[in-house]
């Protein structure tokens, strides 16, 4: 699969090229299953993806990156068409982190992080949804405190994917309990393996790879040049590249979106009952042409979101609006691939079942689709 954008450069074809090359070669249906059935991250291929260079898609030059939205886009929409979850591995766990260093981060963090993020040995976690908070951020519990040098961090988080294998956890606290919502809140980049944080691996319905944790956090010691950006704005560094991971998690829907379309197309052209195959059944290939319209809809709006986000444009409801729809696309899409497939595609070993387990999580992660509805309600006056 490569995708036929209109506009793209030649750079950009030819990364989408050698990105499909590389996933053909490292991303074999067996090496994926065997991922997912143990439950192991493919830490494997993200240093191969990080002796590639491309890692730091989307960076500034002057930190060793190179690329824009369109290119993270173009990456992250082919890793995901070959391994389901390996996009999330190298957003969440290499892209976003850089990010945030290189805009909210010291000289000194930028100088000791990049680096490692570039060579895929600073993975980090997002610690913002806690037992009784997820999107409302001023419902937080968690405190800092400032105590000398360091600030002390009491409280508890939710959904730490990747938490066992990961160097930083970027986590939001209560500052200022007494501020108004989405004041208050402040940034800290904690080292995983910081004294006092105990953790608890969750049991999830897929993603199995990411293995979710449930942490707690007493009396946590951080070094006071550990916040990023500024003292209760957290808010503007967790948002600060929230278009362009919205546009990340549409470019993966998408992706993952079709290979279940080509496995439900390659199904359908095969299975035969009632003397043909099933593809020839009306009830079938309408099923499967409604899937690639939708899908064709969505990548297209997902590039003109990339692009626009180049552009420097405000993308805020956009970014809603793409992401809800290509990730809600998704979720049809594996539905729909998994009752083509049939029985087969329930089978424990079919990347159909994956696709169903996990497509659930991306209209959850980066914003529910509620979320997201509310922020275009907001855009049209409501």
Not at 157 to 166: I, T
Not at 220 to 236: A, I, Q, S
Not at 284 to 293: D, P
Request: hydrophobic fraction near 40%; aromatic fraction near 8%; charged fraction near 25%.
């Amino acid at each position: 699969m490569l995708t036929d954008v209109v506009g793209l450069t030649h750079d950009q074809r030819e990364l989408q090229k050698d990105v499909a090359a590389f996933t053909e070669e490292f991303c074999s249906p067996e090496y994926v299953t065997e991922c997912d059935e143990n439950g192991e991250p493919p830490l494997d291929i993200l240093s191969k993806l990080a002796d590639k260079g491309w890692l730091g898609i989307g960076l500034a030059p002057e930190y060793g990156g190179f690329g824009h939205a369109t290119e993270v886009v173009i990456l992250l929409e082919r890793l995901e068409y070959s391994f389901i979850q390996l996009g999330s591995l190298v957003s969440r766990g290499a892209m976003y982190p850089a990010g945030i260093i290189a805009d909210f981060g010291t000289s000194e963090q930028r100088d000791e992080w990049l680096p490692r993020a570039l060579r895929g040995e600073a993975r980090a976690v997002i610690g913002i949804s806690e037992p009784a908070t997820g999107s409302d951020m001023s419902a937080l519990s968690t405190r800092a405190e400032l105590d000398g040098d360091e600030w002390r961090i009491d409280g508890e988080k939710l959904y730490l994917s990747g938490l066992d294998y990961s160097q930083i956890i970027f986590l939001a606290a209560i500052t200022d309990p007494t501020a108004p919502p989405r004041k208050g809140v402040s940034v800290f980049m904690i080292d995983a393996d910081t004294p006092g944080i105990e953790a608890t691996r969750l049991k999830t319905l897929g993603a199995w790879q990411n293995r979710t944790y449930h942490a707690h956090l007493r009396d946590v010691r951080v070094p006071r040049d550990r916040l990023m950006g500024t003292l209760n704005e957290g808010w503007k560094v967790l948002n600060g590249h929230m278009e362009r991971e919205r546009a990340g998690l549409a470019a993966r829907a998408v992706g993952a979106a079709q290979s279940v379309l080509d496995e439900a197309v390659a199904y359908a052209q095969t299975r035969t009952q009632f003397g043909q195959a099933i593809g020839k059944f009306q009830a079938i290939s309408h099923k499967l042409a409604s899937m690639q319209i939708e899908i064709h809809v969505a990548r297209v709006a997902t590039y003109e979101l990339a692009h626009r986000i180049d552009l420097g444009q405000d993308c805020r409801t956009e970014a809603a609006v793409v992401k809800t729809f290509a990730t809600e696309v998704y979720k049809r899409a594996a539905d729909d691939g998994l009752q083509v497939c049939g029985g087969s595609g329930y089978l424990r070993d079919s990347a159909m079942q994956r696709h169903y387990r996990d497509a659930r999580l991306l209209t959850i992660g980066g914003g529910t689709s509620e979320i997201q509805r509310n922020i275009i309600a907001r855009a049209l006056g409501l």
